[in-house]
């Protein structure tokens, strides 16, 4: 996952709580992002309180690395974090299929909710940075 690549590069080449300089081409090429696609990502770690004081330019960016970071990366980040999310969703469904002998009609028609909701996730999921 591309979130998680940039997050991992971020993580080894920054020190916490200091802010650092880091070169956008070589980011770029690492991450396999467009300028604003990476902006993208940054901006997002930055609401997530990964980073802060976010300064980008074509040459050069600055941030500042937050401890929430590393420890979002070290509990398996972002792919971590949809595998738990889908995992949840399966789990779910299983209950509700439990429920099916005493609530037929209802089960059916929040089975069908629920399977909008995973379509519209997967969707989500096979297409972002």
């Not at 997002?44 to 590393?70: G, W």
């Not at 299983?94 to 995973?118: G, H, Y």
């Amino acid at each position: 996952m591309v979130k998680d690549k940039v997050l991992d590069i971020i993580c080894k080449e920054c020190r916490l709580e200091a802010l650092e300089k880091l070169n956008t081409a070589v980011m770029l090429e690492m991450s396999n992002l467009s300028y604003d696609e990476l902006h993208a990502v940054l901006k997002q770690f930055e609401r997530y309180n990964f980073i802060s004081e976010l300064v980008m330019h074509r040459v050069e960016f600055k941030l500042v690395l937050q401890l929430e970071a590393l420890d979002f990366r070290k509990n398996g980040g972002f792919k971590s974090h949809d595998d738990l999310l889908k995992l949840n969703i399966e789990k779910l469904l299983l209950e509700i299929e439990s429920l099916k002998p005493i609530f037929p009609d209802r089960v059916n028609t929040i089975t069908a909710i629920i399977a909008n909701i995973t379509q519209a996730l997967s969707f989500f999921f096979s297409n972002k940075p």
